[in-house]
């Protein structure tokens, strides 16, 4: 269909947002989250129908699923982004020139974003609570595996919306086909920016395609180095949360690199791993330290494709290396530049591996399961950034800001 019109109207939703007060908003949120739990059952219901036609195999279908635990994680994510103060009108700079002039530099919306994400249903929620309480008017491109769950999300959305008397079309769910997609990401003059929020091919493929302003996020292929000076235990449940927590997250550790001088600790280091299934692909030296002490099934030596990959499943590379050096080379090499940790009781290296690797988010001894925007005090987010420009890492309210300049005077020509 030609989206033409709801881009426009999206457009005129959006400047219509810069005369709500912020306490307006606020009650809105509110409500929505509300109306959320209210409507556990139908959203669950709606839920059902996206996962009836994925095999539970399918990585992506723990991305897709909605359970009431998860909902009532939403609405509480919801009310945190009401409790938030504006991101809006903020003074980043101020200069008074001899002449009188007063220049101000303050925080502003984009206007209208564009969010472009495959079966993740969560994702409208966050998006919209994010974008309402920045100012902006969010355009949704939803996959078609999770067409169902998004568009009874919107339709409750827009319902809140219109009960409050407010434009229903600061939120708009574009149909789920490709053409749409390809209007989206040329919709120059209506949307300010693209999110894309899904796989590296996702991601590639609106970076390549795209003529107005890309912010890349979600592909994480993680690391974690357990150097010489590791701890043992801190290595041990390290790894496995970031393993096993929740393996269809951007977050997920993808691969262990361990010193070689501590491979015989290795099966010690990965064995709660294994209560949880996770196959390992290990070089010769790990597969030589794990054989007879990791389970069989589920050990397997590691292949030419095996690093650098995000696997999001139940899945784990290992990596053996002679020195420091050699894991930030390995890390460097294979980093998407989303998450990395290091496990060492060495001060020295600690502060060097931070410094060293680039990536949006660097831990020393923690679990890389922390790179999330709630986790970090910022709200829901929506989405990591692993690009430099305008935000990198988890992107709440304050990355949903551009700014402007005010100049005021009292006459003045130059």
């Known amino acids: 269909m030609d989206c033409k019109q709801l881009f426009e109207n999206a457009l005129k939703a959006g400047r219509g947002l810069n005369s709500v007060e912020g306490e307006k908003i606020n009650r809105v949120l509110i409500e929505l989250a509300a109306t959320t739990e209210a409507n556990i059952q139908n959203i669950l219901g709606a839920n059902s129908l996206d996962l009836a036609r994925m095999d539970k195999g399918d990585p992506k279908y723990d991305r897709l699923q909605l359970t009431e635990p998860r909902i009532k994680g939403i609405a509480a994510d919801i009310r945190n982004v009401a409790s938030l103060p504006s991101p809006l009108g903020k003074t980043l700079y101020s200069y008074n020139k001899p002449n009188g002039m007063v220049i101000t530099k303050i925080t502003v919306p984009f206007g209208v974003i564009g969010i472009i994400y495959e ?8 998006v919209f609570s994010l974008c309402l309480k920045s100012g902006n008017a969010c355009v949704l491109k939803g996959g078609s595996d999770a067409i169902d769950s998004n568009t009874y999300t919107v339709n409750m ?5 219109k009960r409050n008397g407010m434009d229903e079309d600061i939120i708009t769910l574009l149909p789920s086909g490709r ?3 390809a209007q989206l990401l040329n919709a120059r003059g209506y949307v300010d920016l693209i999110i894309p929020r899904g796989s590296q091919s996702l991601i590639d493929f609106v970076r390549e395609n795209a003529s107005i302003p890309v912010i890349e996020t979600g592909a994480g292929i993680c690391h974690v180095y ?6 043992t235990a801190k290595g041990k449940a390290i790894v496995n949360n970031a393993k096993t927590r929740r393996v269809s997250v951007c977050n997920a ?3 262990l690199v361990i010193h070689r001088s501590r491979l015989k600790d290795l099966p010690e280091i990965v064995s709660l791993c294994s209560k949880s299934n996770v196959i390992i692909y290990a070089d010769e030296s790990a597969y030589a330290a794990l054989e007879g002490r990791y389970p069989a099934n589920l050990l397997e030596r590691a292949g030419a494709d095996s690093f650098g990959t995000e696997f999001l499943d139940y899945k784990m590379a290992v990596k053996t290396v002679d020195s420091f050096n050699g894991a930030v080379e390995h890390v460097t090499e294979y980093s998407s530049k989303h998450s990395e940790s290091i496990v060492s009781e060495n001060g020295e290296n600690l502060d060097k591996y931070c410094n060293l690797i680039d990536a949006a988010a660097v831990y020393a001894n923690v679990s890389t399961a922390f790179t999330d925007g709630a986790e970090f ?12 420009l305008h935000a990198r890492g988890p992107m709440a309210l304050e990355a949903l800001t551009t700014f402007k300049w005010i100049i005021k005077g009292n006459g003045q020509t130059r």
């Open 119 to 126: 079966a993740r249903p969560n994702v409208t929620f966050d």
């Open 377 to 388: 005090g910022l709200g829901a987010e929506i989405g990591i950034s692993t690009q430099k």
């Open 226 to 231: 357990f150097d010489e000076f590791g701890d």
């Open 253 to 255: 550790l993808d691969c």
């Open 179 to 181: 053409e749409e997609t």
């Open 157 to 161: 959305i827009k319902s809140v919306l």
